[in-house]
């Protein structure tokens, strides 16, 4: 028997890996199964960009890169960070690395000690509190709620502080809810963290052109916290280019100099291919990014008609992002046709699995035990036929 550590042990398997393997184990066994549960677009990355990686292998950009990325692709995201966000960081500010999860790692491997905690609202991205898990820190949680379209307040973000705060957590637009805060609502949370300067702030901004209402809010706009953000986003979301693996960090120069410093010792350089085609993508405008947006905004809609006429199921209306959150409490206890009942969000995520195969997410998974994740990132077609087929499974609960 193999002895693991306990590092592994204690980890959890990501939840949306997870019901992407059944999904296509499930396809793999000539079953037409409709997969929700991945956070992926399903455009095409733009062919510009392409053209740009193709480019960069016949000009034999094949080797090793800097670890925290060639200069002219740092210099492009320090001037989209002004550009589009108006915000003001050198080229060395910058550490590009595979995609936005290495660098949130990186953010918490080098600033957290054993039992440091991290606040972290919730409902929230999968990995954050097994990535703090393994960062030896703790995760204290702020539960927000629908009534709030899942954003916390500034006396809940008080209430949550203790001593042992190093740092708090959050996205904007949120996954897997969609939420996003406002400049005034970004503004209240500031008013706390003057309060206390030795709490830093990882931002997560990976949804930021998947935004409905408006242009996008960064916390670190404001001067009073700038120094304490760590501001991690990248090109999967808003340029479909989820396989290329890029993401970035921009922070304090001592932070970001001990994220290259670990990444170093882990992966050191991000494909140098990729990265020519992360320059092209930031320097080539935002016309495809604002086409897919649009897209996006048009299956919200549909899905949140269809969503919305399925009685028991309570949906509100995401301002970001590609996902539903809906509230699934009102079928716990309901048997299925063969007698199983359904006592929790996973048991509701696996029966629309094996019944009417569609692959969502429980909520669980991201801190909320009466929801599952619905991602809207499929043709229009599909997504019709996916909420028909959850509304046909869930109503024949008895």
Same mark, same amino acid.
């Given at each position: 028997m193999t002895i693991l550590s306990n590092r592994i042990n204690n980890l959890a398997e990501s939840q949306t890996i997870k019901m992407a393997k059944l999904g296509r184990a499930l396809s793999a066994q000539g079953i037409s199964v409709i997969n929700l549960s991945f956070g992926e677009p399903d455009f095409h990355t733009p062919q510009f960009i392409k053209d740009a990686a193709a480019e960069a292998m016949a000009n034999n950009f094949t080797y090793y890169t800097p670890v925290s990325g060639y200069p002219d692709l740092?210099?492009?995201?320090?001037?989209?960070?002004?550009?589009?966000?108006?915000?003001?960081?050198?080229? %060395?500010?910058?550490?590009?690395?595979?995609?936005?999860?290495?660098?949130?790692?990186?953010?918490?491997?080098?600033?957290?000690?054993?039992? %440091?905690?991290?606040?972290?609202?919730?409902?929230?991205?999968?990995?954050?509190?097994?990535?703090?898990?393994?960062?030896?820190?703790?995760?204290?949680?702020?539960?927000?709620?629908?009534? *709030?379209?899942?954003?916390?307040?500034a006396a809940e973000?008080?209430?949550a502080i203790t001593p042992k705060t190093k740092m708090f957590m959050f996205s904007s637009p949120c996954n897997p809810t969609g939420s996003v805060y406002s400049k005034e609502e970004l503004a209240a949370l500031v008013s706390v963290f003057?309060?206390?300067? *030795?709490?830093?702030?990882?931002? %997560?901004?990976?949804?930021?052109?998947? *935004?409905?209402?408006?242009?996008?809010?960064?916390?670190?706009?404001?001067?009073?916290?700038? %120094?304490?953000?760590?501001?991690?986003n990248g090109f999967s979301k808003a340029y479909a280019m989820t396989g290329w693996r890029i993401g970035y960090l921009a922070a304090d120069k001592e932070i970001a100099d001990a994220a290259d410093k670990l990444q170093g010792q882990i992966t050191s350089g991000t494909c140098s291919i990729t990265q020519k085609a992360g320059v092209a993508a930031l320097n080539g405008g935002l016309k495809e990014v604002h086409e897919m947006r649009d897209a996006f905004l048009k299956r919200r809609g549909i899905v949140y008609d269809l969503l919305s006429q399925i009685e028991g199921l309570k949906v509100n209306l995401p301002d970001g992002a590609f996902y539903f959150f809906p509230d699934v409490s009102a079928f716990f206890g309901k048997k299925t046709k063969d007698g199983e009942v359904l006592n929790n969000a996973e048991d509701i995520s696996l029966y629309?699995?094996?019944?009417?195969?569609?692959?969502?997410?429980?909520?669980?998974?991201?801190?909320?035990?009466?929801?599952?994740r619905i991602s809207y990132?499929?043709?229009?077609?599909?997504?019709r036929e996916a909420c028909k087929r959850i509304g046909e499974a869930l109503t024949s609960l008895k």
């Open positions: 740092r210099k492009a995201i320090a001037e989209k960070l002004k550009r589009e966000n108006g915000l003001d960081y050198g080229f %060395d500010q910058i550490v590009v690395s595979t995609g936005a999860k290495q660098a949130l790692a990186n953010a918490l491997m080098v600033m957290l000690n054993p039992r %440091d905690e991290v606040i972290i609202p919730t409902p929230y991205w999968v990995s954050y509190s097994e990535m703090v898990k393994l960062a030896e820190g703790e995760s204290v949680f702020i539960n927000a709620t629908a009534e *709030n379209n899942f954003k916390i307040t973000l008080e209430a003057e309060k206390y300067p *030795n709490i830093y702030i990882i931002s %997560d901004e990976i949804y930021e052109h998947i *935004n409905f209402i408006g242009g996008h809010e960064s916390i670190a706009q404001f001067p009073s916290v700038k %120094d304490r953000v760590i501001l991690i629309l699995l094996n019944t009417a195969h569609v692959s969502t997410v429980t909520g669980e998974a991201f801190g909320n035990e009466k929801c599952i990132a499929a043709s229009e077609e599909e997504l």
